[in-house]
């Protein structure tokens, strides 16, 4: 993984793409099987202290605050059919670590990372950070958590579907 992506720690690198190149190395490095599953943040806690000095915020859990809202967008391969939850708490659910097996971002094959989320601004919605905190289960922030919390603000959409026989009908319902 190093060798693939060490010109991304390159000074000359923009924080999206080193942002765009840290969700590279995690979607590879989530399908590789560690002996305990809460090894998988001390694992990798080397290269993300390489990459916590190149302005990408600060690290979480396996995830950088700069670009909290594309990294949490994370899902599961859905052909991985050995993916699971760990036995042991291992990170608070929105991060990828929550997770034993391969994950993915949907960005990673036709989205610019570079765009940036828009601001609320013309009637137009968009989610926002309202708090982020994790906790180190020791003074390595790179390494174990004992837990963590998230909270955003974002438009939500309650959805009913009905039937045309009249037992259900499409409703549509946004709130935050």
Not at 147 to 165: A, E, F, K, W, Y
Request: aromatic share 10%; proline share 5%; glycine share 6%.
């Amino acid at each position: 993984l190093r060798s693939r992506y060490i010109h991304s720690l390159d000074s000359n690198a923009s924080g999206d793409q080193k942002a765009e190149c840290w969700c590279y190395i995690v979607r590879e490095y989530s399908c590789r099987l560690c002996s305990k599953d809460v090894d998988r943040l001390p694992a990798i806690s080397g290269l993300a202290r390489q990459f916590g000095t190149v302005g990408i915020g600060e690290y979480r859990a396996g995830v950088w605050t700069k670009y909290v809202l594309r990294m949490i967008s994370w899902n599961r391969n859905p052909e991985d059919n050995l993916c699971r939850r760990p036995t042991e708490y291992t990170a608070p659910s929105w991060s990828w670590v929550s997770v034993i097996g391969q994950i993915d971002w949907e960005f990673s094959k036709d989205w610019d990372f570079g765009d940036s989320v828009p601001e609320v601004s013309n009637s137009q919605f968009a989610a926002r950070v309202l708090n982020l905190e994790c906790r180190p289960s020791s003074e390595d922030v790179f390494g174990r958590v004992s837990s963590g919390h998230l909270t955003i603000s974002s438009p939500s959409l309650q959805v009913t579907v009905r039937n045309p026989d009249g037992s259900r009908e499409l409703d549509l319902d946004v709130d935050y």
